[in-house]
């Protein structure tokens, strides 16, 4: 009975099996779990050995605390030793004493390792780069080949400035095709989504950088196919009279009347007002005279028709027509019009010949014309006649109209077209606008 009393004390004594030391902190000797110290430093040099590059690093364990003591290559791989000891199971604390390594030789070793992998790498897939590559360059070969025939997109462009459109975006989607299946080959594909990204903001910057000249080259396009004049036109643009020598890729070149050359954007062409002369084959004169205010008006009015009309230069139709413009200080303002054909008769010329034939007609039926002449009469001194309208004053024989001066200028502009000094986008029989 002693005895048996003298063990229940014993085990009421005793510390409960698989008990440990506690601190301020919570347990600092991992044994609750079976977690041994020499079991954590056994594990975290096993992690070490496997990882490789740690010989020199030395770990000690006690009552859960580890100690890292040694050098390594690298201030990261210090801070990643820390972290890796944390996590190893029993680890209550880490007090890393690792320090980066002042041998050179030891640092760049890492270094020469990542060339060798990376080369052995390139070497291992050189091959099928080779076969991707290889691939890529018929693709564009064949693009670039079909882009160079001339037949087929000549045939279904109106111009051969479309027809180089064409070509270059042949010659694109072939270029793209070819990335497309190379990448493929070479299990890159994701690689295309950031090619075309990055090419997509540069194309961006660069759009922006070349506004101007993109807008030029649209509108280039845009005018090869309307063609709102063609070779030798009479045209004015913003401003610019002259004949239409060629339309290039980026401008639209007139020879003026006074033979210099007129280089105008065509992105300014395209936006502007364009008064093409010699698109309508019949073209309008018109004159004003001014006629004494007592002369009679509708006899006035009546010998301009007759006189207009009389005109051999003179089309039927449209009818010449005759009205009252303005009453002036010096007199009434008759306005006779008339049409002519342009291709045959200068319009300068048939307007200054119908000009003088009206008032040749005035003079021979008395209408006076204005006069605004002042004269000084002093006392005792009578004025003197006005001397009286003479149709002998001028010939009754009709001066040529013919238009020789626009035939002078075509020369000009067939001479400078034959020059080719840029590719011309007109052509003779394309449909205008």
Request: avoid cysteine.
């Amino acid at each position: 009975m002693s005895l048996l009393r003298l063990l229940i004390v014993l085990l009421l004594l005793a510390p409960p099996l698989g008990a440990q030391d506690t601190g301020p902190d919570g347990p600092i000797a991992a044994v609750s779990d079976g977690v041994t110290d020499a079991a954590v430093e056994r594990r975290i040099r096993e992690i070490l050995a496997e990882l490789g590059g740690y010989e020199d690093v030395t770990v000690s364990v006690a009552e859960g605390i580890v100690t890292l003591q040694g050098t390594t290559t690298s201030a990261p791989e210090v801070t990643s030793l820390g972290e890796l000891a944390q996590r190893v199971e029993g680890v209550v604390a880490v007090k890393n004493e690792v320090t980066e390594t002042a041998d050179i030789a030891r640092r760049l070793n890492p270094a020469m390792d990542r060339f060798r992998t990376r080369v052995e790498s390139v070497l291992i897939a050189l091959p099928l780069v080779l076969i991707a590559a290889a691939i890529f360059a018929v693709i564009v070969g064949i693009g670039f080949a079909l882009a160079r025939l001339r037949r087929p997109w000549d045939r279904i462009a109106p111009n051969a400035f479309i027809a180089d459109v064409y070509r270059a975006v042949i010659r694109v989607v072939f270029v793209i095709v070819g990335l497309v299946v190379a990448l493929d080959v070479l299990n890159a594909t994701a690689l295309l989504s950031t090619i075309l990204g990055a090419a997509g903001i540069i194309g961006l910057a660069v759009g922006f950088a070349v506004r101007d000249t993109v807008e030029n080259f649209i509108a280039s396009i845009m005018l090869s196919i309307r063609q709102p004049f063609g070779p030798n036109d009479v045209v004015e643009i913003n401003g610019d009279q002259g004949k239409v020598i060629r339309l290039t890729s980026r401008a639209t070149i007139l020879l003026n009347f006074d033979g210099n050359q007129i280089r105008i954007p065509n992105a300014t062409v395209f936006k502007s007002r364009i008064v093409n002369f010699s698109a309508n084959p019949e073209m309008r004169f018109m004159l004003t005279i001014g006629v004494d205010l007592m002369s009679d008006l509708a006899e006035a009015k009546r010998l301009a028709l007759q006189t207009v009309q009389g005109l051999p230069f003179t089309l039927e139709s449209p009818a010449p027509m005759v009205w009252l413009g303005e009453i002036t200080d010096s007199g009434v303002e008759v306005v006779a019009t008339g049409w002519i054909d342009q291709r045959e008769n200068s319009l300068l010329l048939a307007r200054s010949e119908a000009l003088r034939q009206v008032k040749r007609a005035f003079a021979a039926a008395g209408i006076e014309m204005p006069n605004t002449t002042y004269t000084i009469v002093q006392a005792g001194e009578s004025a003197p006649a006005a001397p009286a309208p003479s149709a002998e004053s001028e010939p009754a024989t009709l001066d040529a109209v013919a238009e020789t001066a626009s035939e002078d200028l075509d020369a000009i502009v067939d001479a400078e077209r034959n020059q080719r000094t840029s590719r011309d986008l007109l052509r003779e029989d394309a449909r205008k606008e």
